[in-house]
């Protein structure tokens, strides 16, 4: 109790809340300027993103009804994109997934956290890394203009990436680094960068004539702060997304509404991605732990005390 009131009454604290509103204000003129449409995020809903990791199960059953916390926003970006007058979204979407508990080693998991969670219709992999790539540097630009005394406190020297960002194929990392390769590069790397092809959840689209390639991506901090968004083009043909479904050994029926949408041809050609706010402030800020860039922390396995 006395550490987390510390901590709240931290002047480092103070410093790291600037550094993150003028991030945020960033993000949102970004946004504005692109004409990407910003609507409210849901937390309860009858289905969300599967996830591909173990984590525990957030639900609440609400007048016979099972309502899942958002585990991310990605099956209703999709659905909101069904507005013909719509074809950029994004979504500030608070997301809770109930990590296993050694992931509080990791430094960069929390079980609450926030993404900004954005949608393109009609676009692809190289048009979504350039809108994001265009982002990131905006971001920089803004935090060093408007926070130079709390970086100058905080003891973080940042300098705005060149762009385009690099972009690395998994493959060959795991040829040249082996399995453990996105920490590897992540250490190295000076600037931030994109590493294209990862197997995950079913709406992430795969390769029809390439089976096993996926147009998909992250986007990783340099200085060994790991992943910042994933994210890729998304499946929108019913057959496709049932056979992954299969594949991943989905319980149909979790999907039912958005599967009679995909069924009915609806589900809109689209790329996207979630750009984790807390570790973007936590990269900006150079903190060691995530912990320290939020006000009420949220570390798996740990106690919460506020
Ligand atoms: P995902 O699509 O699952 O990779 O989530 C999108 C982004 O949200 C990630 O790239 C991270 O920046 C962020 N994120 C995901 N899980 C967590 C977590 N447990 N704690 C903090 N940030 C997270
Ligand atoms: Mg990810």
């Avoid at 003028?22 to 309860?44: F, N, T």
């Avoid at 993103?49 to 970006?77: C, E, R, W």
């Avoid at 041809?265 to 995530?290: A, S």
Wanted: glycine residues 6%; hydrophobic residues 35%.
């Amino acid at each position: 109790m006395h550490d987390a009131v510390s901590h709240i009454r931290s002047e480092k604290l103070t410093n790291i809340l600037s550094v993150q509103s003028a991030a945020l204000k960033a993000i949102h003129d970004y946004m504005y300027d692109h004409d990407v449409v910003q609507a409210m995020p849901i937390i309860l809903s009858p289905e969300t993103d599967p996830l591909n990791h173990p984590h525990f199960d957030a639900s609440v059953v609400y007048y016979g009804q099972k309502l899942h916390m958002t585990k991310s926003m990605i099956l209703h970006k999709q659905l909101s994109l069904l507005n013909d007058g719509v074809d950029k979204i994004y979504f500030m979407s608070p997301n809770v997934r109930l990590e296993e508990g050694h992931l509080k080693e990791s430094g960069r998991h929390l079980f609450e956290f926030t993404q900004v969670d954005i949608e393109l219709k009609n676009k692809t992999k190289k048009d979504f890394v350039k809108f994001v790539d265009g982002l990131i540097v905006y971001v920089f630009r803004f935090v060093k203009r408007e926070c130079s005394d709390e970086l100058k406190a905080l003891n973080r020297v940042l300098a705005a990436p060149k762009l385009p960002l690099r972009i690395y194929e998994s493959e060959d990392l795991k040829t040249k680094y082996g399995e453990n390769f996105e920490s590897i590069v992540s250490e190295k790397a000076k600037d931030p960068f994109w590493i294209m092809n990862f197997k995950r959840e079913f709406y992430d689209r795969e390769d029809k004539k390439r089976r096993g390639y996926y147009h998909n991506y992250d986007m990783l901090w340099p200085e060994g702060y790991g992943e910042a968004l994933s994210g890729g083009e998304r499946e929108w043909e019913h057959e496709e997304i049932v056979r992954k479904m299969n594949e991943r050994k989905t319980d149909l029926s979790r999907y039912d509404m958005y599967l009679k949408v995909s069924s009915q041809g609806l589900i809109p050609k689209t790329v996207g991605g979630g750009l984790g706010i807390e570790r973007m402030v936590r990269f900006l800020t150079g903190q060691k732990h995530i912990r320290d860039v939020t006000l009420f922390p949220r570390v798996p396995g740990e106690k919460i005390v506020f």
